[in-house]
């Protein structure tokens, strides 16, 4: 609009002056040094590794944001269907080297920093993760995002900007110890604030009912707080393509009026200490995995966040001046886990008592716009909010939840008529004391697809939490998308050698886009000379990863034993425990053995790393067995190089981007149908790292893409769970005897003084072992023992390596994400035209 009342000479001034900036290399170092001198403020004599970074960070934001300006500039023009992933944790990492590869500016990046003094790795070294996320659930978000850019979808996530991300652990004495992680200490140049997009978010208050012109019962919620949402972008560049998409991140802040309460009471004080409180609704991310805290704080987070996002959302869908009816034809949201529930009822809310529309014409938009990813099974992951803490935050949002269920449950009234045990199954409300709203059956209620992560996972669901649901709506909404990853991230830039000998020998590095390609390499086992360099490569990883245990655990490993890793949140249900048990069997087997014996011994290092949730008890007594474990093992002349343990401090998404590729055998050991797909055990097997685990999750799919020969499974299978734990409860199943003598070890104070670990031993009394370690503990011994025989035979392990890497073509998350895009959220690419973005 301005634009067409510019006289001539301004529009081409502008046009002029807004070229893009070149990309060639005395341009860059231009870039990089007009930052350290101005915006930075220094000088190249005072210049650090960090500065250095900051410098080129802010060099390739500039890169970043005229790809972000011309994406975004041309998608309002346009203006198709988008899709809105809307998830509580976005587990990013670190953003420079993946920015540089995707845009395609790494080589030239590197030519010009090494000319002006610095060495690349140092620089990206220097950066600190971005770690708004727990785990799984929140990397998934980010591999999503990085594939919806590659694959040009319009497509923006929601989240929320954490001052303190996920907890830095640090060992004390074997114990884990959790520090703040004030990741915005230095200004993060990751990020766009938008200070002049500002949303109020109202809480409390109460409901107004009149009666309008035409005799209609209208409600409108009078909230009595009030805070705003500050937006704050992350540009998320496509790997091979100009696109750049969005994750618009909000920051809490006090509203200019203060709290409306105490502002109107005249209470100065109060007024300013309500300020503070609302700044905290953004200050820290919950750090629990798989768990539900039910703090009142949290449910703050989840509105404010899906208030200030369905606000934007609506803005930008009204600014196309279309019909109502036609918001799903345009807008698209997924909802990653029940965390972002509530948006459903904020939308039906909008439409209802601020837009008008009837309840059945809200409701029907409301269910064709959404979408419910579901990621977990276990009983105490599952969102239940208080009804009375519910009430006294959303109370208008408890009156629309109550008539969601009320009209649902007279549908199915009319369907099952008198099945009040089917009515209370269904329910959105659970009749306790007090009652509890099920976050999960309303967003099945509220969604128009459920979908599971992972093929077992999706079937079970349908069979267990669901399955009444499945009755009353039909197979068709309850369907299954296989969890990915990126190979951007989890290939090409975290094993750079191992990306380039693949590009080498499939001819071209098509396969970062379609990786599918990957299979090329099968025909490769039988070239000697390849699976040399292909071994060459994992040791040069193996390497890299003794010498971060070195300077981390300060423990001495070779890189020529079998490196054995298991990394991720530590839980009962992924069973650390019994790993850490079976490597004390392995240790007392050695130490029985005759020097003869002991001269055939696959050497092995035990890599352990992931955080347990801070007041999660049980979890943090077994980081302290396995420190307990390796500092006897480690030290014992009689072991020496045949067996290491380590537990990694702080593992996060950088040291990932170290560890996975550096993995012989990686653990992915959780009883059966506990885990719902996992996603590292796609990232080890890509690299080339074989996996031992069960029959759970996304481990079924890849047996099936790797084959039986290429995959060490074990254990019992997800349909035997319930009998076996029945079996062990009241038919006194006794406990398996290695296991026993284990655990005799233990008491016998092997490994510090036993009474520490008491509560942990109690875990396997017979009868109460519920993630039954005791039941697949034999054939998890041999299913180690069947790894080390395996990994002896060098040649026939280099080939598996190899069939490994070639047959994971299905786990890249663009494959999911084009299923999702397709399937569910029926949107369409939009590349981006060249045409400069004026
Ligand atoms: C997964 C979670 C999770 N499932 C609650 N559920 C949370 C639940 O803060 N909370 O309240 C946080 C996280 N995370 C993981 O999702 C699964 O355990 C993995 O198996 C799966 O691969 C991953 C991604 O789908």
Redesign the pocket.
């Known amino acids: 609009a301005e634009k067409a009342k510019w006289p001539k000479e301004t529009v081409d001034l502008w046009a002029k002056l807004s070229k893009k900036e070149a990309n060639d290399i005395e341009a860059i170092q231009k870039s990089i040094v007009h930052h350290v001198t101005t915006t930075l403020a220094r000088a190249a004599y005072n210049m650090d590794n960090f500065s250095a970074y900051q410098a080129v960070a802010l060099s390739t934001r500039d890169r970043l944001i005229s790809r972000w300006n011309e994406t975004q500039g041309q998608l309002s023009k346009v203006d198709p269907k988008r899709v809105y992933y809307l998830s509580?944790?976005f587990l990013l990492g670190r953003s420079m080297d993946n920015a540089l590869l995707n845009m395609g500016l790494k080589d030239t990046y590197d030519k010009s920093i090494k000319k002006l003094g610095f060495n690349m790795e140092d620089v990206i070294g220097s950066e600190v993760d971005a770690a708004l996320g727990?785990?799984?659930?929140g990397r998934?978000a980010a591999c999503y995002m990085d594939s919806l850019a590659t694959l040009d979808y319009p497509a923006w996530g929601y989240g929320l900007r954490y001052n303190y991300g996920i907890f830095q652990q640090r060992i004390v004495d074997g114990y884990q110890t959790e520090f703040p992680d004030y990741w915005l200490n230095f200004d993060n140049p990751w990020e766009l604030p938008r200070l002049d997009i500002s949303i109020q978010i109202g809480f409390g208050g109460h409901v107004q009912t009149i009666q309008d012109e035409y005799g209609v019962t209208r409600h409108s919620w009078v909230p009595n707080q009030s805070v705003q949402a500050i937006a704050y972008d992350v540009p998320i560049p496509g790997y091979d393509t100009e696109n750049c998409n969005n994750i618009r991140l909000w920051r809490s802040k006090p509203t200019r009026v203060f709290d409306l309460t105490s502002f109107n009471e005249g209470n100065y004080e109060k007024s300013v200490e309500d300020a503070t409180n609302a700044e905290k609704i953004t200050s820290v991310l919950?750090p629990?995995?798989?768990?539900?805290?039910g703090k009142e704080l949290r449910l703050k987070q989840q509105y404010f966040w899906t208030a200030a996002s369905l606000h934007d959302i609506v803005r930008r869908f009204k600014k196309s001046m279309r019909e109502w009816s036609d918001f799903p034809n345009q807008v698209a949201i997924q909802l990653n886990?029940t965390?972002p529930t509530l948006a459903i009822v904020e939308l039906q809310r909008l439409l209802v008592d601020e837009e008008m529309l009837s309840w059945d014409d809200a409701w029907e938009i409301v269910t064709k716009t959404f979408a419910f990813t579901n990621?977990?099974v276990l009983p105490e992951?599952m969102?239940k909010w208080s009804v009375p803490m519910f009430e006294y935050l959303l109370p208008r949002h408890l009156q629309i939840i109550f008539d969601i269920n009320l009209f649902f449950l007279q549908k199915v009234e009319l369907k099952s008529p008198n099945d009040r045990g089917l009515l209370n199954r269904l329910s959105i409300i659970e009749e306790a004391q007090p009652q509890q709203i099920r976050m999960a059956h309303l967003a099945v209620v509220g969604s128009h697809k459920v979908n599971g992560?992972a093929a077992l996972h999706s079937n079970l669901i349908k069979t267990t939490i669901f399955k009444d649901f499945v009755d009353y709506y039909g197979e068709e909404k309850f369907i299954n998308k296989t969890?990915g990853v990126t190979p951007r991230r989890w290939l090409h830039q975290s094993n750079p050698q191992l990306s380039k000998l693949i590009t080498e020998t499939l001819g071209s590095d098509k396969w970062l886009k379609d990786l599918s390609l990957l299979k090329g390499l099968a025909a490769k086992t039988g070239d000697a000379a390849f699976r040399k360099k292909w071994m060459a490569i994992k040791r040069a990883n193996k390497v890299r990863l003794a010498e971060l245990i070195k300077e981390r655990c300060d423990v001495e490993v070779s890189p020529d034993a079998l490196f054995d890793v298991q990394v991720k949140r530590i839980h009962e249900y992924k069973r650390q425990f019994m790993n850490i048990l079976s490597v004390i069997h392995r240790y007392r087997t050695i130490k029985s053995m005759t020097a003869a014996q002991k001269a055939s011994v696959q050497p092995r290092v035990v890599i352990f790393g992931g955080k347990a949730a801070p007041g999660y008890y049980i979890a943090k007594l077994v980081i302290k067995l396995i420190n307990s474990v390796a500092a006897v093992v480690n030290q014992d002349p009689a072991v020496g190089d045949l067996l290491k343990v380590v537990f990694v401090p702080d593992y996060n998404v950088s040291v990932a981007e170290i560890i996975c590729p550096a993995s012989d055998i990686s653990q992915h050991i959780s009883t059966a149908g506990t885990?719902?797909?996992?996603?590292s055990n796609m990232k080890f097997v890509l690299n080339g790292g074989l996996i031992i685990g069960t029959l759970d999750?996304a481990n079924v799919e890849i047996l099936e893409e790797v084959g039986e020969d290429n995959i060490f499974i074990f254990g019992c299978m997800a349909h035997e769970v319930e009998d076996l734990r029945h079996a062990q409860r009241y038919r006194g199943v006794p406990m398996d005897p290695a296991l026993q003598g284990v655990i005799s070890a233990i008491e016998k104070g092997t490994f510090e003084d036993p009474k520490i670990f008491q509560p942990l031993i109690s875990t396997l009394t017979v009868g109460k072992d519920f993630y039954l370690i005791s039941a697949d503990f034999a054939s998890y011994i041999a299913a180690n023992q069947q790894v080390d025989a395996a990994y002896k035979k060098q040649e026939e392990w280099s080939k598996k390596s190899i069939l490994c890497t070639a047959h994971m073509g299905k786990f890249s998350s663009d494959r999911s994400v084009k299923e999702y895009a397709e399937e569910i959220w029926n949107i369409k690419p939009y590349s981006v035209k060249d045409e400069g973005y004026l």
């Open positions: 509580l944790e727990n785990g799984g659930l998934l919950y629990n995995d798989n768990t539900m805290a886990d965390h990621h977990t992951a969102e992560v969890n885990e719902a797909s996992g996603t999750g």
